[in-house]
C-alpha cells in the first residue's frame, strides 16, 4: 500500500498568490513525522517543513505553513506569496516510529507535485 | 540548517568498473545516513539505511554486493558501486539525520552517474 500520496502531478499558480499541495499518508504507528521537501532542477532536496504525529499546532517556517488534519492523515503544504523560485517539484515524507529503532527512521516519499509559478 | 556534502557531483565511468560515492555531514554528526536513488522525473527510492560502525540494511531488491555501503565515522558514509553497469546510470542522493535530532533530515546535493 502507498505509505504517502501526492495526487497532484503538476500545479499552475500565479505568482503573489497562495497554493496547496495536497498529501495524504498511511501509518498505523502512533508516533511519526512528515516532511516537505523542495527540489529545483538543480536536483538538492531542500528541506522546508517538519509535523511532528504529536505536535498540537500546524507547523510554520516563514511562508510555508502545513495543514496537518490528523483524522483525515493530510499533510498539506500551503506556500503563500509565490515567488518564481518556487518553481520546483515537492515532495512529501513521513518517517514512522520516531521513538527507539533506528530501523524505522527511514524517510519514505511520495511521488512529488511540480509546481509551476508564472509572472 | 545543517550541510552535507557529496562527492563527486557527478562521474561518468565504464561498464565494469567500480565507482565510490561519499557522503559528508560538515557541521553535525549523524548516527544515521540513508542512500537513495532517483530516475528522471521520479521520485527518491530508498536503498538503505547506514548506521555508524554496523551493518547497512538493504531494502529490499537492492542488492547488497553490489552497491557497498560503510559508514566508517559519524560524519562519512560511502556508496561503492561495484562492476557499473549503464542500468546503473542514476542519481544517488544520500541524507542524514542529525544525532538526536530526530525532526530533522538533511540531504547531499546528490551525484549523478553515467555508466557508457
Not at chain 1, 46 to 53: D, E
Request: hydrophobic share 35%; net charge neutral; glycine share 8%.
Amino acid at each position: 500500500a502507498q505509505k504517502i500520496t501526492q495526487t497532484q502531478p503538476g500545479m499552475f499558480v500565479q505568482e503573489k498568490e497562495a497554493v496547496t499541495l495536497d498529501c495524504t499518508y498511511d501509518t498505523s504507528d502512533p508516533s511519526y513525522g512528515l516532511f516537505w521537501y523542495k527540489q529545483p532542477s538543480s536536483g538538492e532536496m531542500i528541506f522546508l517543513i517538519y509535523q511532528g504525529s504529536y505536535d498540537q499546532q500546524n507547523a510554520t517556517e516563514g511562508r510555508y505553513s502545513l495543514n496537518f488534519q490528523k483524522a483525515r492523515k493530510s499533510a498539506n503544504l500551503v506556500i503563500s506569496a509565490s515567488q518564481l523560485g518556487d518553481s520546483a517539484m515537492y515532495f512529501c515524507a513521513m518517517r514512522e516510529g520516531l521513538q527507539g529503532n533506528t530501523g524505522f527512521q527511514k524517510l519514505v516519499f511520495g511521488t512529488g507535485t511540480r509546481l509551476l509559478v508564472s509572472p | 540548517g545543517a550541510v552535507v556534502s557529496q562527492h563527486p557531483s557527478w562521474v561518468i565511468c565504464k561498464s565494469g568498473t567500480s565507482v565510490k560515492i561519499e557522503c559528508r555531514s560538515l557541521d553535525f554528526q549523524a548516527t544515521t545516513m540513508f542512500w537513495y536513488r532517483q530516475f528522471p522525473k521520479q521520485s527518491l527510492m530508498l536503498m538503505a539505511t547506514s548506521n555508524e560502525g554496523s551493518k547497512a540494511t538493504y531494502e529490499q531488491g537492492v542488492e547488497k554486493d553490489k552497491f557497498l555501503i560503510n559508514h566508517a565515522s559519524l560524519t562519512l558514509s560511502t556508496l561503492t558501486v561495484t562492476s557499473a553497469h549503464p542500468e546503473d546510470s542514476s542519481f544517488y542522493i544520500c541524507s542524514a539525520i542529525p544525532s538526536g535530532r530526530a525532526r530533522e533530515q538533511y540531504f547531499g546535493p546528490g551525484t549523478r552517474l553515467t555508466v557508457t
